[in-house]
Structure formats: structure tokens, C-alpha cells
């Protein structure tokens, strides 16, 4: 069974910074593209960042780049979300999420998401 | 960038089928993709490449895509079918890349 855990996320002044992470399991992880989607409270799905299978390209949304970095760690089947310079609007549960493996098209599977929360 | 427009409500008795669309430029020419999300849960895919279906996703859903439009449909829909539904495609030219509808509240009556 496919699982994806997140973890990490908090209460973070403006400015701050904090690090996501997301176990997975159930599958073969370096096998896979994957990526962060945000959804700010009572709003839609955004797409944030992803990283191919090797980690040598990523990419993110042009409102977080320069401050968030996707990375992965396919021996511990972990991916990673660093967050500086965090800002009122990135507040949101951030989802790890799996993508299509033909073609990454699409988010075949879902963690349960993280809360994380920029206020003073 | 490429901008999805769905409806933000769509009510629908129970048993009856619920139609969820999805409007963008040319949208036909693209795969969309739509997720299921429920109060308090992770989106759940249930539509993929238009009209495929994942396993474990009953056969009422299904999904169409021509011209202008793309279209979620439920049949016999039950109550535990209430949830938000958003549409999604991969478009190179957007800022998003993967870009996600605004959503669709069915409300179940």
C-alpha cells in the first residue's frame, strides 16, 4: 500500500523558515517524480514544486522561487521542502504527493498533509 | 498561464447524475485530470487522461473532454459522493505547470 507521511510543519514567524519532510512507503520510491502541493485554508490545490527521480531537476512555482527547495533522499525514501523567507500568503497544508509514472502528468497518491501556519 | 474555470457549486439529488465542468482554452487538446477531496482528507484522484478511471474508483465516475470543456460526471449519485472536485492539467507554457481548477463544491441533497 502506498503511503506518503508529512511532517514538519508549525507556527512560523514572517521570515522565518522551516523544513517539510515526507516518508514514503509501499512503493519504489526512486522510481518516482514527486512533488508539494499547497492548499491555503478554504482555498483550491496549488502546485508548489517537484523533483525528478535522480534529483537533477526540480521545479517550482514562480511565487516560491528563490525561497523553497525541493530535495529528496531516495536511501531513506524521503522527500524534503525547505521553506525560507516564509511569508503570510505560503500559509497552507502542504501535501506530499506522488506523481504519474509514465508521463508525470498527473498525482496519483496523497498524503495527508501538513498545516503549516506564517504569523507573528 | 493557462487558467481551468469550474463552477463553484453543483447540488444534485440522490440517485440522480451530477455533471462538474471544467473550462479552458482548448482544453480538448490537453489530458485532464480530476481529484476527489472530502472535508479534512487529501485529494483522491478518480480521473485520469480524461476518462480513465484508478482502481477503486467506482464506475459512476466517469469523464469526457472536447473543445472548450472538460466534464466530471457521476452517476447515481450517493451521498457519500459530497465533497470538493477539482479538474487539473499539465501545460508548459503556464508559471504553474500543473494547474488545478478552482474547485466545485456537490452538494448532495
Known amino acids: 500500500e502506498v503511503q506518503l507521511v508529512e511532517s514538519g510543519g508549525g507556527l512560523v514567524q514572517p521570515g522565518g523558515s522551516l523544513r517539510l519532510s515526507c516518508a514514503a512507503s509501499?512503493?519504489?520510491?526512486?522510481?518516482?517524480?514527486m512533488s508539494w502541493v499547497r492548499q491555503a485554508p478554504g482555498k483550491g490545490l496549488e502546485w508548489v514544486a517537484n523533483?525528478?527521480?535522480?534529483?537533477?531537476?526540480?521545479y517550482y512555482v514562480d511565487s516560491v522561487k528563490g525561497r523553497f527547495t525541493i530535495s529528496r533522499d531516495n536511501a531513506k525514501n524521503s522527500l524534503y521542502l525547505q521553506m525560507n523567507s516564509l511569508r503570510a500568503e505560503d500559509t497552507a497544508v502542504y501535501y506530499c504527493?506522488?506523481?504519474?509514472?509514465?508521463?508525470?502528468?498527473?498525482?496519483?497518491?496523497w498524503g495527508q498533509g501538513t498545516l503549516v501556519t506564517v504569523s507573528s | 498561464s493557462y487558467v481551468l474555470t469550474q463552477p463553484p457549486s453543483v447540488s444534485v439529488a440522490p440517485g440522480k447524475t451530477a455533471r462538474i465542468t471544467c473550462g479552458g482554452n482548448n482544453i480538448g487538446s490537453k489530458s485532464v485530470h480530476w481529484y476527489q477531496q472530502k472535508p479534512g482528507q487529501a485529494p483522491v484522484l478518480v480521473i485520469y487522461y480524461d476518462s480513465d478511471r484508478p482502481s477503486g474508483i467506482p464506475e459512476r465516475f466517469s469523464g469526457s473532454n472536447s473543445g472548450n470543456t472538460a466534464t466530471l460526471t457521476i452517476s447515481r449519485v450517493e451521498a457519500g459522493d459530497e465533497a470538493d472536485y477539482y479538474c487539473q492539467v499539465w501545460d508548459s507554457s503556464s508559471d504553474h505547470f500543473w494547474v488545478f481548477g478552482g474547485g466545485t463544491k456537490l452538494t448532495v441533497l
Open positions: 509501499g512503493f519504489t520510491f526512486s522510481s518516482y517524480w
Open positions: 523533483i525528478k527521480q535522480d534529483g537533477s531537476e526540480k
Open positions: 504527493a506522488r506523481m504519474s509514472y509514465d508521463s508525470e502528468d498527473f498525482f496519483d497518491y
